[in-house]
């Protein structure tokens, strides 16, 4: 079995920053791409940010500049570091890995989400 636990969530005003965690434990063999998705209410789930095992990177145009994603593989552990947060930015964040165990290959595991609220 396989889970990842988010943590660091919560209130912040506009432009202040929050950094996000999030870790994997089980059985796992290996551990593809890892990334995170956000999900306003009423809109669709949209990828914010994405490293490859070999550390390349990926950004949402709206968040580039802004958000920083990295990850360490000894811990199994994805980080967003968020900075000049934005009302636009609330949502709840899901984090995401592309994991391998002995018996399945490259599946997509999902957190089960933290609130990010950007206000004043």
């Known amino acids: 079995q396989v889970q990842l636990v988010e943590s660091g969530g919560g209130l912040v005003q506009p432009g202040g920053s929050l950094r996000l965690s999030c870790a994997a434990s089980?059985?796992?063999?290996?551990?593809?791409?890892m990334g995170w998705y956000r999900q306003a209410p009423g809109k669709e789930r949209e990828l914010v940010a994405l490293?490859?095992?070999?550390?390349?990177?990926n950004y949402a145009d709206s968040v580039k500049g802004r958000f920083t994603i990295s990850r360490d593989n000894a811990k199994n552990t994805v980080y967003l570091q968020m900075n000049s947060l934005k009302p636009e930015d609330t949502a709840v964040y899901y984090c995401?890995?592309?994991?391998?165990?002995?018996?399945?290959?490259?599946?997509?595991?999902w957190g089960q989400g933290t609130q990010v609220t950007v206000s004043s």
């Open positions: 995401n890995a592309k994991i391998s165990t002995i018996r399945i290959y490259n599946f997509d595991a």
């Open positions: 490293i490859t095992n070999g550390g390349s990177t």
């Open positions: 089980g059985s796992i063999f290996s551990i593809n791409d």
